[in-house]
């Protein structure tokens, strides 16, 4: 409990006492007036006031009446979450996800894109402006009432920097994109790695709540990791811890162009579907290759399960030298790694189980698509604390 503050700017203090309010508000969910007063220690028409206000603000809703205590029935107060909007948006390989967020990180619209190959980096701003557009539209959301967007990218980005330092897909090599992105959609933008992002959704709203240690492995275009430690993101002196799909996993090569790792080039999505051509022959768009090979397995090809074997086996290399390294408590699988069977976790388990000294959980990611924007939305929530809307208000 909080003793009022009586002295001082007057402004300043109205301001203070507002914070108190709102704060409190939201950590009781639904709170009645008298019960503000209680808590904060500010007099009843003070606190009458400053909700008053605050209505008028949109920050606060009247909900409904609470139970008596002998008296009139209360009117409950609740936090308006619908008051404002946060954006989010993830590019992963040739697809732009967005989505429109309440401040409770509950997603409002949401929309996918294609994006033309190869990226260019203007025409992919381009897209973001237009895919904003339409979600404000779809929400029934203003561009007003819009806080800020989060912005998960492929490759090393610097955050407070606000640049890119490798990304070769879009060309945005030592750019200042975070600059031009504010620029151009005319709101706060929080850039970061993609798998970062997907890493702090799981995180925060999937099977990661609970735990301190975690990393999070993605098996997609290409291979990343995501790194909680005691409970904090470890980036590295440069941000470019977890870019493992730059581990010497699978034969030894030539860089092309410095884009991929020796791990992701044999072992990311697009190096199992080539090393798969002579196996499955009618693969379709948009399936999982894992799921064929699983299949084609079950129907008796040999090939397919030594090929499923052989992914299973390096997908574990990189496993054990997380596990060597970081001695997570949970490691979560991701990705393609999301349609590994049974079987196969069982065989990744006893290989870690033979190769290191402490296995971590296994756990498969449960947000799919979702946990990258849940991780974008969120990093802005960090970002802007409620308070805040205070001055926004």
Request: charged share 20%.
């Amino acid at each position: 409990m909080r003793v009022p503050r009586k002295t001082g700017n007057s402004k300043l203090v109205k301001k203070l006492n507002k914070e108190e309010v709102l704060q409190q508000v939201i950590q009781h969910g639904q709170i009645s007036r008298a019960d503000i007063s209680k808590q904060t220690q500010l007099s009843r028409p003070c606190v009458s006031a400053l909700v008053d206000e605050m209505i008028q603000e949109g920050l606060l809703q009247e909900v409904g009446m609470g139970d008596s205590r002998g008296g009139r029935k209360p009117i409950l107060l609740e936090y308006n979450y619908q008051a404002y909007a946060i954006a989010g948006a993830i590019f992963e390989g040739s697809t732009l996800d967005m989505t429109i967020a309440n401040l409770k990180g509950e997603f409002m619209a949401r929309c996918r894109k294609r994006l033309d190959q190869p990226a260019n980096g203007e025409r992919v701003i381009e897209d973001l402006v237009a895919g904003l557009t339409r979600l404000l539209a779809d929400s029934g959301m203003s561009h007003d009432q819009l806080l800020g967007m989060g912005v998960g990218l492929q490759g090393v980005t610097q955050r407070g920097q606000g640049t890119v330092s490798f990304s070769p897909s879009t060309g945005w090599m030592d750019s200042p994109i975070q600059e031009a992105l504010e620029a151009r959609l005319g709101v706060p933008v929080i850039i970061d790695n993609d798998v970062n992002l997907m890493t702090l959704g799981e995180y925060v709203r999937g099977v990661g709540v609970g735990h301190s240690h975690v990393v999070y492995m993605y098996v997609g275009t290409g291979i990343g990791a995501g790194v909680i430690l005691d409970g904090q993101f470890y980036r590295g002196s440069r941000e470019a811890a977890g870019e493992i799909g730059f581990m010497m996993i699978g034969p030894e090569q030539h860089r092309r162009n410095g884009a991929s790792g020796v791990f992701e080039t044999h072992y990311s999505v697009p190096g199992i579907m080539q090393q798969a051509e002579g196996v499955l022959s009618d693969l379709q768009e948009g399936s999982s290759v894992i799921e064929e090979l699983i299949l084609h397995a079950r129907a008796g090809s040999v090939q397919a399960q030594t090929l499923l074997d052989d992914v299973y086996r390096h997908w574990a290399y990189g496993m054990a030298n997380i596990v060597s390294i970081l001695n997570p408590e949970l490691l979560i699988l991701s990705g393609e790694m999301v349609h590994i069977d049974d079987e196969g976790v069982k065989k990744i388990q006893e290989w870690l189980t033979e190769w290191v000294p402490k296995v971590p959980c296994l756990k498969k990611a449960t947000l799919g698509e979702q946990a990258g924007l849940i991780g974008a939305v969120h990093s802005v929530l960090e970002a802007f604390p409620s308070t805040r809307l205070l001055d926004k208000a």
